[in-house]
């Protein structure tokens, strides 16, 4: 809507039900946290980094933060009782930077009501982020215990099933913010 960008970093290390694409994986899978027992404690802690060129003050970037964490619940993340999850935004907008040769300092910014789209690609990257590094993940093992890589090809799968049985056409028109 404005042509800002918004990037998001993730280090994934949560709880919860897997859900991609509104498709519950982790069920599917038979691998979620709440398998065995229900309301176990799961430790790690999810840190997401938004950074966006928008002219944003210190108020709104607080707001994108907090949208963040509702992109990590997209995916089905749930913040558990051990989890320290936390997101920092921060904005890099060149209209902004501070110029040293002049003895004012006088930002650029958008108003509160153009903020929704900021607001949906905050949450949008987010959970692409997380997704992406579990598609990147690889099986990996240490101190007597082994973490297998999910399994790309059955996640595909069980998207493109869950795809035709549910009419999964957006609500909104998709493209760049």
């Not at 919860?16 to 069920?27: D, H, M, S």
């Not at 065995?36 to 108020?59: E, F, H, K, N």
């Not at 153009?114 to 598609?135: K, V």
Request: a negative charge; one cysteine or more; aromatic letters at 6%.
């Amino acid at each position: 809507m404005g042509g800002y960008t918004v990037g998001v970093l993730v280090q994934a290390n949560f709880g919860g039900v897997l859900q991609i694409a509104g498709t519950p994986i982790g069920q599917l899978l038979n691998k979620y946290t709440f398998r065995d027992r229900i309301l176990q404690d799961v430790d790690g802690s999810c840190m997401i980094v938004v950074v966006t060129d928008a002219p944003v003050d210190a108020r709104n970037l607080e707001r994108m933060a907090k949208r963040a964490i509702m992109g990590m619940a997209q995916t089905g993340g749930i913040a558990s009782n051990g989890s320290g999850d936390y997101a920092i935004a921060v904005s890099v907008a060149p209209e902004n930077l501070i110029d040293e040769n002049t003895d004012k300092y006088q930002p650029a910014l958008l108003h509160n009501d153009d903020m929704s789209g900021l607001f949906m690609a905050t949450i949008e990257a987010t959970a692409e982020a997380i997704w992406n590094s579990l598609f990147a993940a690889e099986t990996t093992s240490g101190n007597g215990r082994t973490v297998e890589a999910i399994d790309k090809d059955k996640v595909v799968e069980l998207i493109k099933t869950a795809q035709q049985t549910v009419d999964l056409k957006p609500t909104y028109p998709l493209g760049k913010n």
